[in-house]
């Protein structure tokens, strides 16, 4: 059991290789963050606000990068 007093007794691989970056991002990120934010704020969801900011950021920054030459339109259909 690691107490948090030392190292962790498991050493993290590295996956620079694997998983180069930077990826690249659609220009539309933000506004689809913020375009989720509306959305999740009109259907009244409960969600506290730190998870709300997590899962916001999450949501549109993946999908930015997972269809970086995307249309606002399109990335709004994963919103």
Known sequence: MNTG?????????NL???F???FPANAHADTVEKHLLRWIAERNL????????TLCGITS???ARA??????VLQRCFS
């Open 16 to 18: 620079q290789a694997t």
């Open 67 to 72: 269809f970086p030459a995307a249309d606002l």
């Open 20 to 22: 180069p970056g930077p």
């Open 61 to 63: 920054q993946g999908i």
């Open 46 to 53: 409960p969600v506290p606000p730190a998870g709300l900011q």
């Open 5 to 13: 007093s030392g190292p962790s007794p498991f050493a993290l691989p």
